[in-house]
């Protein structure tokens, strides 16, 4: 544990940030589930709307990278969480299915601009060796928020859809209290360079030269394709996963405590796994996660009862676990240090862009074909997400390294 005790003490603040925001975390988790069993709405329809809390993420995700590069870290971030918190306070009110798109949308839109700038502050705060322990500790915070949410939010949601929502406001504000009074601002002023001029240049990279260094950059559009598709099947989880479980006769209170155990096993295994795969290929690893994912989210195909999709939930997690690991790392170091918030912002997007069609498409899906023409559909995407990253190895090896320091 000493890797992770002697990080920055800024990254253990916002570790600690991300846990409460976390745990909070009530509204989208079951939100297909208010759409269908409280406003009576189809399955299509359900999910189409939840489509729209991706289009206004995949918005936040470029327009949050680009600010945090531009005015930086800490603005963007309690900005973003006060915004998302006045939103869900209103949102009780939204009852007609329109009025919960736009208001969906609005609420991913500002509340959502916090991840590439809180991305950016860890790798600014955290020299390149190790970024994968600082990084896999706030994964561990987000899943441990993430194992207590779908508790609390299975005992609300049965009771008080405003209270999901007022919890979650509440959660947030606190996190951007943290913000305000306990972090610093870190965006380097301008990157290592060799003279003052080249400095000056390329710490004022427009949006326009920076989307074509980006375009450019064939190693990371393979990457973020594979976690676009990564992404697309992790939306299921949120969207059409509770609606397939309802099919199947198990209710809301059983689905939160069936997808705790996903945080829980992340909360409790993610750091010695790290430690253990801090020596292990960054993309060998990637393109086996995957694999795993894509095996693991087919096996919901077969189970039938809670306990059995409980270990089919144990499969896929061991595959989200070893994507985790270098994920975010790698997109840190594939990035210009001038570029590293809209770097982390299209990663984001990556998981934004999956928000916003992986919950229609899974819907369409799981309404006219079925759960096993939905769960081999995410197969496919699995096994296509290993090729895009196996074609992104190369260029991962050449500028990452194939492996980290040795941990001590």
Known sequence: ?????????????????????????????????????????????????????????????????????????KRVMVGSLV?????????????????????????????????????????????????????????????????????????????????????????AAAYAVILMVMVHETRPLAPASDTAGAQAAEAHIGWRPALGIMARDRTMLAFCAGIVLVGLSFMQIASTFPLYLGQLGIDAKQYGRIIALNGLMITVLQLPFASLAHRWRRDWTLIASGIVLGFGFFLNAFARTPLQFALVVVVWTMGEMMNAVFAPTIVSELAPAALRGRYMGAFTMCFSSAAMFGAPLGGLVLARGGGLALWTAVLLMGLAAAAFWTAAGPGIRRRTGVRAAPVT
């Open 1 to 73: 544990m000493r890797q992770y005790l002697s990080l920055p003490r800024t990254v253990h603040i916002l570790c600690l940030g991300v846990l409460i925001n976390r745990a909070g975390t009530l509204l989208v988790p079951f939100l297909t589930l208010y759409l269908q069993s409280r406003l009576g709405l189809g399955i299509e329809t359900a999910t189409r709307i939840m489509g729209a809390y991706g289009a206004g993420a995949l918005v936040a995700a470029v327009a949050g990278g680009h600010l945090a590069d531009r005015f930086g870290r």
């Open 83 to 171: 915004g998302g918190a006045l939103v869900l306070s209103v949102f009780p009110l939204l009852d007609a299915p329109a009025m919960v798109a736009a208001g969906l949308f609005v609420f991913a839109l500002i509340g959502e601009m916090y991840r590439p700038a809180t991305q950016a502050m860890i790798a600014d705060l955290v020299e390149p060796a190790r970024r994968p322990q600082a990084f896999a500790l706030m994964y561990v915070a987000v899943n441990l928020g993430f194992a207590i949410a779908p508790v609390i939010g299975g005992l609300l949601a049965a009771t008080s859809f405003r209270w999901l929502c007022w919890v979650d406001a509440m959660t």
